[in-house]
Nanobody, 115 residues
Framework: QVQLVESGGGLVQAGGSVRLSCAASGSVFRFNTMGWYRQAPGKQRELVAVITNGGSTNYADSVKGRFTISRDNDKNAVYLQMNSLKPDDTAVYYC?????????WGQGPQVAVSS
């Protein structure tokens, strides 16, 4: 089993920044992909950004140039730096880990962006 513990989030004004962190513990396979997804009220969960243990990244078009995903393999941690936030970025942000051992989700910190 893998546990994902997230931190960060909260209320921020449009144009502001927030940093999310997620640390994995338990039976974490070395080769994995970690990432962030989000779900806004009344909408489906969508990919925000993912990063492999080798550092390859993929971003949703809506966040390219504003968000940066990074990770620390030694700590089994992934981070999401979110800049130039918009009200449309308001959502619950879920950390996700995918490996041959399975897929796991965090509880999801809320990010609310006021206009």
């Amino acid at each position: 089993q893998v546990q994902l513990v997230e931190s960060g989030g909260g209320l921020v004004q449009a144009g502001g920044s927030v940093r999310l962190s997620c640390a994995a513990s338990g039976s974490v396979f070395r080769f994995n992909t970690m990432g962030w997804y989000r779900q806004a009220p009344g909408k489906q969960r969508e990919l925000v950004a993912v990063i492999t243990n080798g550092g390859s990244t993929n971003y949703a078009d809506s966040v390219k140039g504003r968000f940066t995903i990074s990770r620390d393999n030694d700590k089994n941690a992934v981070y999401l730096q979110m800049n130039s936030l918009k009200p449309d970025d308001t959502a619950v942000y879920y950390c996700q880990l995918e490996s041959r051992g399975g897929g796991y989700w965090g509880q999801g910190p809320q990010v609310a962006v006021s206009s």
